[in-house]
Structures are given as C-alpha cells and as structure tokens.
C-alpha cells in the first residue's frame, strides 16, 4: 500500500472514530437530557394530582364515586393537561378512565412507592407510565397516568439522521483533505526513491531535491552527502584501474623487446648450431637484454627462470644473466 494511502487511511479512521465518538456522546447526553426533564415533569405533574385526590377524599361528602369522576373530567377538560391518561382504581375496582384507548399497564405498586415503566404502544407511541397507591384516611387509591414522552425520543432519531449526513459529508471531505495531505507528504519520499533509483541506473551525478525543513529534509541531505562520497569513490577507482592499465601496457611493451631477443638467442644455443665465438656473442647479447629488464622485480625472473631450467637452457643462459640478480628459483 502506498504511503499516501496509509496516510488516507490513518486519518480517515481517525476523524470517523473521533467524529462517531463525539457525536454519540452528544446524542447520548442530549437524549438523557430530555428525558429526565420528562421525568421531573411527571413526576411533579404526578404529585400534584395525588395531593388533590388526597385533599379531595379528607371530605367525606366528596367520596363518592361520581364526584371523583367530576373531578378528573374537570381536569381533563383544562388547557393546562400535562399527561395523556388517567386511571383511578380502588382494589379491582375501575372508578375512573380517561375517554380513549390507551395501553395501561397493570403495573406491581407496593406500598406508597411510586412505580415507573417506559413502554412502547401499536402505533410507535413512547409512554411513561407512572402507578402508586395513594392512602387516604378512609380508603387506599390506585392511581395510573401514562405521559406521552415521544418528544426526545423523536428528537434523537433526527439527530441520529442529520448525524449520518453530516458524517458522509465529513467523512468525504476528511479523506480527499487527507489524500491531498498524504501527496504532500510523500513528494519528498518520492523525490528521494526516484534519485537512488537513476543512481543505480548509473547517473551517479543525480541527487535528490530538498523540499522540507524537517527529518525528511535532513534525510534527502545525507542522501546526497552519500552520494556525492560514493560518486567520489567510484571515480577513484576508475582513475585506480586505468593507471593500472596504462602500467601494464607500459611493462608489456618495455618487456616485449629485451624478452624477443632472450629468447631467440636461447632457442639457438639450445639447438647448439652456433659456432664457439657466436654462442660467446649470443650470450653477451642475452646478458645485455637481462640488463634491460633490470627494474622489474625480482619475483618475475624467478618464474622466468624456472621455465628455463624446466627447458633445459641451465648450463648456457642462467649463469650469463642470473648472476645479477640471483633470485631464488622454485624447486
């Protein structure tokens, strides 16, 4: 994978977790939020309805269940009505039901303990319903009411829907910046890949450009001190190879000579046609060629002179030019 995508990829993972983080953490609390603020005003709500069933049973002459039903009837006809439903009960007994159909739970209540349940009707309605016995002195009440808190939970799924958009938005945006981030990043790197990559190829003058101030810049820096080290070796070791050339072409041409005329006067001495006087000439002028391949070094009259005892040329050729230089012959 390319650096530039890794890049991409880093930060798009990033911003999608950051962003997902922080925007559950806001729905979430925001959600919480609102309903307890439900909660709070049902619960207040609850309380004050309690408190007036229980003002209004202290009077015996208002126990009566049809003055109960008045009572409640009143209530529901206010503009003021904070909860969707009522209901009243004395044992099994129903004494009074809101007008319509509302999914009352038959809720476990014990003692004067106040019992909540969050639930979810047929038509995707949120109700909270909120039961407790209400004990009076004459007779113990069992009242329901259901407070419709869709509200926040209707709230929530909006902020759920704009969160997915504005993510895709974010998240689109977020890998295009980071890809542009990532080109910009790389170009050094790249630029640094290319220069060794003509410098394996043989153009050992190329370096790379620096382009930042930072670790990538020091990096293309030292490259090029490298570089530039390597280049200068590589040209002393050409300018090496070809003096050692030019020496060699200069020993074979100066031993090219005084060799010709070595061994074309031991070949005759060896053939034994010479008369006495000429073999002495022969000699003189195979002493006066090992006079002329003095300067060379020693090592190599030692495997001349071995090929000539293996040639049988001991008795005649090694004393007239070996003298000098008497170098040890190889058994």
Same mark, same amino acid.
């Given at each position: 994978?390319?650096?530039?995508?890794?890049?991409?990829?880093?930060? &798009?993972?990033?911003?999608?977790?950051?962003?997902?983080?922080?925007?559950?953490?806001?729905?979430?609390?925001?959600?919480?939020?609102?309903?307890?603020?439900?909660?709070?005003?049902?619960?207040?709500?609850?309380?004050?309805?309690?408190?007036? #069933?229980?003002?209004?049973?202290?009077?015996?002459?208002?126990?009566?269940?049809?003055?109960?039903?008045?009572?409640?009837?009143?209530?529901?006809?206010?503009?003021?009505?904070?909860?969707?439903?009522?209901?009243?009960?004395?044992?099994?007994?129903?004494?009074?039901?809101?007008?319509?159909?509302?999914?009352?739970?038959?809720?476990?209540?014990?003692?004067?303990?106040?019992?909540?349940?969050?639930?979810?009707?047929?038509?995707?309605?949120?109700?909270?319903?909120?039961?407790?016995?209400?004990?009076?002195?004459?007779?113990?009440?069992?009242?329901?009411?259901?407070?419709?808190?869709?509200?926040?939970?209707?709230?929530?799924?909006?902020?759920?829907?704009?969160?997915?958009?504005?993510?895709?938005?974010? #998240?689109?945006?977020?890998?295009?910046?980071?890809?542009?981030?990532?080109?910009?990043?790389? @170009?050094?790197?790249?630029?640094?890949?290319?220069?060794?990559?003509?410098?394996?190829?043989?153009?050992?003058?190329?370096?790379?450009?620096?382009?930042?101030?930072?670790?990538?810049?020091?990096?293309?820096?030292?490259?090029?001190?490298?570089?530039?080290?390597?280049?200068?070796?590589?040209?002393?070791?050409?300018?090496?190879?070809?003096?050692?050339?030019?020496?060699?072409? &200069?020993?074979?041409?100066?031993?090219?000579?005084?060799?010709?005329?070595?061994?074309?006067?031991?070949?005759?001495?060896?053939?034994?046609?010479?008369?006495?006087?000429?073999?002495?000439?022969?000699?003189?002028?195979?002493?006066?060629?090992?006079?002329?391949?003095?300067?060379?070094?020693?090592?190599?009259?030692?495997?001349?002179?071995?090929?000539? @005892?293996?040639?049988? #040329?001991?008795?005649?050729?090694?004393?007239?030019?070996?003298?000098?230089?008497?170098?040890? #012959?190889?058994?």
């Amino acid at each position: 994978m390319r650096f530039r995508l890794k890049i991409a990829l880093c930060v &798009s993972v990033l911003l999608a977790f950051t962003f997902s983080l922080g925007a559950t953490l806001i729905i979430s609390i925001s959600f919480r939020t609102a309903l307890e603020e439900q909660r709070r005003i049902a619960d207040e709500n609850y309380s004050f309805l309690a408190h007036t #069933l229980v003002s209004v049973s202290k009077n015996p002459q208002n126990l009566q269940i049809p003055e109960i039903e008045a009572f409640f009837s009143l209530l529901e006809s206010g503009e003021n009505r904070n909860y969707a439903a009522v209901q009243v009960e004395i044992g099994d007994y129903l004494i009074y039901e809101s007008a319509g159909s509302y999914p009352f739970r038959a809720i476990p209540t014990y003692h004067d303990l106040r019992a909540v349940e969050i639930f979810s009707s047929d038509d995707e309605t949120v109700y909270m319903q909120i039961s407790s016995n209400i004990v009076t002195h004459t007779t113990t009440y069992r009242m329901s009411i259901l407070y419709d808190i869709s509200a926040p939970y209707t709230a929530r799924e909006e902020m759920l829907a704009i969160y997915r958009l504005v993510f895709c938005v974010i #998240l689109i945006l977020g890998v295009a910046v980071s890809l542009l981030l990532g080109h910009v990043l790389a @170009r050094p790197l790249v630029s640094l890949s290319e220069a060794s990559r003509r410098i394996n190829a043989g153009e050992l003058s190329c370096r790379a450009q620096r382009m930042s101030g930072d670790e990538v810049g020091d990096l293309a820096e030292d490259f090029n001190a490298m570089a530039d080290r390597l280049e200068g070796q590589i040209h002393d070791l050409e300018d090496a190879v070809a003096r050692q050339e030019r020496f060699t072409a &200069s020993f074979a041409h100066e031993m090219r000579t005084p060799m010709t005329s070595i061994i074309g006067y031991a070949e005759l001495l060896r053939a034994g046609d010479l008369p006495e006087g000429d073999a002495e000439t022969a000699l003189g002028f195979i002493n006066s060629g090992a006079n002329a391949c003095s300067p060379f070094p020693p090592v190599f009259w030692s495997c001349w002179c071995c090929a000539a @005892r293996r040639s049988g #040329l001991n008795a005649w050729i090694l004393p007239s030019f070996c003298r000098r230089w008497r170098p040890p #012959l190889p058994r």
